[in-house]
């Protein structure tokens, strides 16, 4: 079955995963800004990270016959430091500009801090001038109710279409308010701190699948790529399709991300073909 | 031996991930009852195994063998 992986972290990952998400079906990885598990002092180490993701990542991962697409971004950790901050987003546009490069993300908050507001709220409105998709990272653990709340309430006061916003990470105490207000929202499957295939599952359940994406998020911590296609069995195990699944996993990130005419892959459907059967005696 | 502080740091998020799968157990098993047509309360003796290791968990006591207790509800003694 065809999926699209649309939050990963590649470069820290092995080509080892990519020749393993080859062979169970995945097509294309999309691959967010993110922090490098400490704080970046210049902004020239973001500059040469973005180099990096848009330049590098997609021929390591065409190898393997997968088409690699990335956001640009400071990431909320780092968005803590303002002047740093403002330094990368003058240099944000060039990349806007690279044939995989889909948007702004991931945005939004860590500690919901005064200072990550400024910096989220100057990202969205840089996205907005230059038609770009938005990608909004919530908080962890604890912080992530009150971070959603601030993120929902920011961007209300914003000119966003909220289509073309993407809110990731939402767990059943945080899915339902971005979905009712219109926003695109993802489940990040990950072990132990995040949701996992079967409550994620559960929600497709309750919610149906319009405007849900699931990602493994797979990064530099305790992670696993195929975590999504622990998922689509466990789906397939309550007994849907595998159309459904394809829905799921493959066409909802095909249809957000496709919002960007650059990602060109398309939904698909399965079709039965009807073939005349031969006497071969 | 770690400090107790020591060994809350180093399990606290993975008993809250068995938490929150063992809430979401539940909640499916409720949902998919709901969904069938003649839907009274369900009678199943593993669901009764389930809410006294529940309680056993949830009860105030000085004994450290919540597992061996549990285990021992769980196991077939007749």
Known sequence: ?281 | MQTALQVLDREYLEARCSLLELAAALDRIDRAHDHEEASGDLQDSRLDLLNQAIKILSEESHLPNRSERLLLLFSDLD
């Open chain 1, 1 to 281: 079955m065809q999926i699209i992986q649309p939050h990963y972290h590649a470069i820290a990952r092995t080509a080892q995963d990519y020749e393993k998400m080859a062979m169970s079906g995945v097509v294309a990885v999309a691959e967010p800004a993110f922090w490098a598990g400490f704080d970046r002092l210049y902004p020239e180490t973001f500059l040469d990270y973005f180099r990096q993701i848009s330049e590098f990542e997609p021929t390591r991962a065409a190898e393997y016959g997968i088409k690699h697409y990335c956001w640009v971004a400071v990431n909320p950790k780092e968005a803590e430091n303002p002047t740093l901050s403002h330094e990368v987003l003058k240099h944000m546009p060039e990349f806007y500009e690279k044939p995989n490069v889909l948007g702004v993300g991931e945005i939004g908050f860590h500690k919901t801090t005064k200072n990550e507001e400024e910096i989220f709220e100057a990202q969205v409105e840089q996205a907005i001038k230059y038609d770009q998709l938005i990608l909004i990272h919530t908080p962890h653990l604890q912080d992530k109710v009150r971070g959603t709340k601030r993120t929902l309430e920011v961007l209300s006061h914003m000119n966003v279409n909220p289509e073309r916003v993407w809110i990731d990470h939402v767990e059943e105490h945080t899915i339902r308010e971005p979905l009712e207000a219109g926003y695109w929202v993802g489940f990040t499957l990950y072990p132990v701190t995040k949701c996992s295939p079967k409550r994620a599952c559960d929600m497709l359940e309750m919610y149906g699948h319009e405007r849900i994406l699931v990602n493994s998020s797979a990064d530099w911590g305790p992670s696993d790529p195929f975590t999504l296609q622990m998922c689509v069995m466990q789906y397939r195990a309550r007994g849907y399709s595998v159309q459904d699944a394809i829905e799921i996993f493959h066409n909802n990130p095909a249809r957000f991300l496709g919002q960007n005419p650059k990602f060109d892959i398309k939904p698909i459907q399965l079709e039965t073909i009807e073939e005349e059967i031969t006497d071969m005696v």
